[in-house]
């Protein structure tokens, strides 16, 4: 009888084993098959949308008149858009890929700068056609080039998890058509940078990401890292760290640098080059507030100039629970300077600075003349909307959507019960941007 029950709990185990192992198996072949969808989703959209990129700039040669031309143009900008938006759901992060990239981004910008100018004062110039004609040939490459793919990968039943796991497992040197045909696309356009970039008026895509090319020092150690994190942190000596170094294709060199006590956990990245901190977080338990915000901003205030962040003026501060964030730019001769911000945590418990974010400070900071502008304030400020109450004035530089510095007229004020901030171009009167700044978050207590 024992016998009996002993073969019948263990047929039962077996069998459950067995159940639970193939219900495991479906539910991993459901997630491989709700990926490898998305892939071929991302992908037959990407070829989709170079098919139309190619026939709308073709369009556009055919087109003279402002009417036609504009919209046409901002549907280039459009569907550049959604191209990068498709390949950015590809698994290509480790196949290079970024002459493709710069390339829907170099159409992108050209395509939303003629199409926002007013092209009755300021027609197409005959290398703006010329450049026109350029991207309609080399549209057609791309496109030609991600046809054949699309055929191979459709006639051969061709599987994106399979890019997905020789590129994860350095193994994308095997034969791999798609990878293969990829790597074409990447070479065909790693040729037009100096061939026919030269003749355009694209805004330089380079811009998008610096890497702190302009940094200045010597290169530090990874003991040296691990003094600057102790020293932002507190945390004592007798504390092992842990220090990694960017990998081989991080286009800039830096250290990841943690540390814990058992009660809080330090880390930071630290360029290798000048040993500047990227960013810095503390995790504690922060306990309720026994300093205010005003002195909190103090405490973040005397934290940048004894760090050595010169010329940084405060120009934001919120309380959310029990942490100050405040956000800092640099003020040249009065005039703010957006792109060179910095962001600084504070823990009201005791005015510790708990987090700190100075990527793009470090990118954008450089030595710089703030240029004159061409029109007054005045002039720029009948440009806004007459019904806007301005409660605040002030000259600064911005990025604007074409990736350019530009130095503005900021106006901030109210319409009805919201605050605006509005940047005039001090060279056109144009309105570069426009922000509605964020009321502080209501809190929703639960109904019982």
Same mark, same amino acid.
């Given at each position: 009888?024992?016998?009996?029950?002993?073969?019948?709990?263990?047929?039962?185990?077996?069998?459950?084993?067995?159940?639970?192992?193939?219900?495991?198996?479906?539910? /991993?072949?459901?997630?491989?098959?709700?990926?490898?969808?998305?892939?071929?989703?991302?992908?037959?959209?990407?070829?989709?949308?170079?098919?139309?990129?190619?026939?709308?700039?073709?369009?556009?040669?055919?087109?003279?008149?402002?009417?036609?031309?504009?919209?046409?143009?901002?549907?280039?900008?459009?569907?550049?858009?959604?191209?990068?938006?498709?390949?950015?759901?590809?698994?290509?992060?480790?196949?290079? +890929?970024?002459?493709? *990239?710069?390339?829907?981004?170099?159409?992108?910008?050209?395509?939303?700068?003629?199409?926002? &100018?007013?092209?009755?004062?300021?027609?197409?110039?005959?290398?703006?056609?010329?450049?026109?004609?350029?991207?309609?040939?080399?549209?057609?490459?791309?496109?030609?080039?991600?046809?054949?793919?699309?055929?191979?990968?459709?006639?051969?039943?061709? &599987?994106?998890?399979?890019? *997905?796991?020789?590129?994860?497992?350095?193994?994308?040197?095997?034969?791999?058509?798609?990878?293969?045909?990829?790597?074409?696309?990447?070479?065909?356009?790693?040729?037009?940078?100096?061939?026919?970039?030269?003749?355009?008026?694209?805004?330089?895509?380079?811009?998008?990401?610096?890497?702190?090319?302009?940094?200045?020092? /010597?290169?530090?150690?990874? #003991?040296?890292?691990?003094?600057?994190?102790?020293?932002?942190?507190?945390?004592?000596?007798?504390?092992?760290?842990?220090?990694?170094?960017?990998?081989?294709?991080?286009?800039?060199?830096?250290?990841?640098?943690?540390?814990?006590?058992?009660?809080?956990?330090?880390?930071?990245?630290?360029?290798?080059?000048?040993?500047?901190?990227?960013?810095?977080?503390?995790?504690?338990?922060?306990?309720?507030? /026994?300093?205010?915000?005003?002195?909190?901003? #103090?405490?973040?205030?005397?934290?940048? /100039?004894?760090?050595?962040?010169?010329?940084?003026?405060? +120009?934001?501060?919120?309380?959310?629970?029990?942490?100050?964030? +405040?956000?800092?730019?640099?003020?040249?001769?009065?005039?703010?300077?957006?792109?060179?911000?910095?962001?600084?945590?504070?823990?009201?418990?005791?005015?510790?600075?708990?987090?700190?974010?100075?990527? #793009?400070?470090?990118?954008?900071?450089?030595? &710089?003349?703030?240029?004159?502008?061409?029109?007054?304030?005045?002039?720029?400020?009948?440009?806004?909307?007459?019904?806007?109450?301005?409660?605040? *004035?002030?000259?600064?530089?911005?990025?604007?959507?074409?990736?350019?510095?530009?130095?503005?007229?900021?106006?901030?004020?109210?319409?009805?019960?919201?605050?605006?901030?509005?940047?005039?171009?001090?060279?056109?009167?144009?309105?570069?941007?426009?922000?509605?700044?964020?009321?502080?978050?209501?809190?929703?207590? #639960?109904?019982?």
């Amino acid at each position: 009888m024992l016998r009996v029950i002993l073969i019948t709990v263990l047929v039962l185990g077996v069998a459950g084993t067995a159940f639970w192992g193939y219900q495991e198996h479906q539910e /991993k072949n459901a997630i491989l098959i709700n990926a490898e969808n998305n892939y071929q989703r991302a992908f037959h959209e990407l070829t989709y949308q170079v098919d139309l990129l190619h026939d709308k700039i073709g369009s556009t040669l055919a087109m003279n008149s402002r009417k036609s031309l504009s919209p046409a143009l901002a549907d280039v900008w459009r569907l550049t858009s959604q191209a990068h938006s498709d390949v950015g759901q590809l698994p290509l992060t480790l196949l290079p +890929f970024n002459k493709t *990239e710069e390339f829907l981004s170099n159409i992108g910008d050209f395509s939303y700068r003629v199409a926002v &100018r007013d092209l009755d004062k300021n027609p197409l110039t005959d290398k703006e056609y010329k450049s026109l004609e350029n991207l309609y040939e080399q549209s057609a490459d791309i496109q030609n080039q991600l046809r054949k793919v699309q055929h191979l990968v459709m006639e051969n039943n061709l &599987r994106w998890m399979d890019v *997905e796991l020789a590129l994860a497992s350095g193994n994308e040197q095997a034969d791999n058509t798609i990878i293969d045909g990829f790597k074409t696309v990447e070479k065909n356009v790693s040729g037009y940078d100096e061939a026919n970039f030269g003749t355009t008026t694209f805004v330089n895509t380079e811009k998008k990401d610096q890497n702190f090319k302009k940094l200045k020092g /010597k290169e530090i150690s990874k #003991e040296e890292a691990v003094k600057i994190l102790r020293r932002y942190s507190g945390i004592p000596k007798s504390k092992d760290a842990k220090v990694s170094k960017s990998g081989k294709g991080a286009d800039y060199k830096f250290y990841s640098v943690s540390i814990g006590n058992g009660n809080t956990e330090a880390s930071m990245d630290i360029t290798q080059k000048g040993g500047y901190p990227i960013w810095y977080i503390n995790n504690r338990k922060i306990k309720e507030p /026994k300093i205010s915000l005003n002195k909190a901003a #103090e405490k973040a205030t005397t934290f940048l /100039k004894e760090n050595d962040f010169q010329k940084l003026e405060m +120009f934001e501060s919120a309380q959310y629970d029990n942490i100050g964030i +405040f956000t800092y730019v640099t003020v040249l001769d009065g005039v703010r300077i957006y792109p060179d911000s910095v962001k600084i945590k504070v823990a009201l418990d005791n005015g510790q600075i708990v987090g700190f974010a100075a990527e #793009e400070y470090l990118k954008n900071n450089h030595e &710089r003349e703030v240029p004159k502008a061409s029109i007054t304030k005045a002039e720029a400020k009948e440009t806004t909307n007459p019904k806007l109450k301005i409660m605040e *004035e002030r000259q600064a530089v911005i990025v604007n959507d074409l990736n350019e510095e530009v130095l503005c007229y900021e106006f901030m004020g109210m319409l009805g019960k919201d605050t605006y901030r509005i940047f005039i171009n001090a060279d056109t009167g144009e309105e570069e941007k426009v922000e509605r700044l964020k009321k502080a978050e209501p809190i929703y207590e #639960e109904v019982v």
